[in-house]
């Protein structure tokens, strides 16, 4: 058994309790689903931009059991010229391969993140 993290990200249009709801859930499910392999989720890290403030996207995705886990939350660091309206995701697991496989998760205005992973 292996663990290792896979990483995520999704942007939102609006600073609202339901995009942001919607978002991470969607970010959250995807991960999973581009990942069979998973045996079991050790936690979860998300974070957001600053200008992310009307809803928690740790309490959407605990909330919905999409993926029940410890999740933690924090803030990005404010950068000049930072993607802005952006969740991101650090997911935990386990595994009985060693991750090499892992799909990384990049949605949305996020793509621009890393677009050598995004979907």
């Known amino acids: 058994m292996r663990v290792y993290a896979i990483r995520g990200a999704i942007t939102v249009d ?21 990942n069979p392999e998973i045996k079991d989720v050790v936690s979860i890290v998300m974070s957001t931009t600053e200008d992310i403030r009307s809803f928690y996207p ?14 933690f939350s924090c803030k990005e660091p404010e950068i000049d010229g930072a993607l802005k309206l952006c969740i991101r995701a650090l997911v935990t697991v386990t595994s009985d391969d060693d991750g090499a496989t892992a799909s990384h ?15």
């Open 14 to 34: 609006a600073d609202t309790e339901e995009e942001i709801t919607e978002a991470s859930v969607e970010l959250i499910r995807k991960i999973k689903e581009k």
């Open 58 to 71: 740790a309490r959407a995705v605990r909330e919905s059991g999409v993926m029940p886990a410890p999740i």
């Open 105 to 119: 998760v990049y949605l949305g205005g996020a793509k621009e993140l890393r677009k050598d992973l995004a979907q």
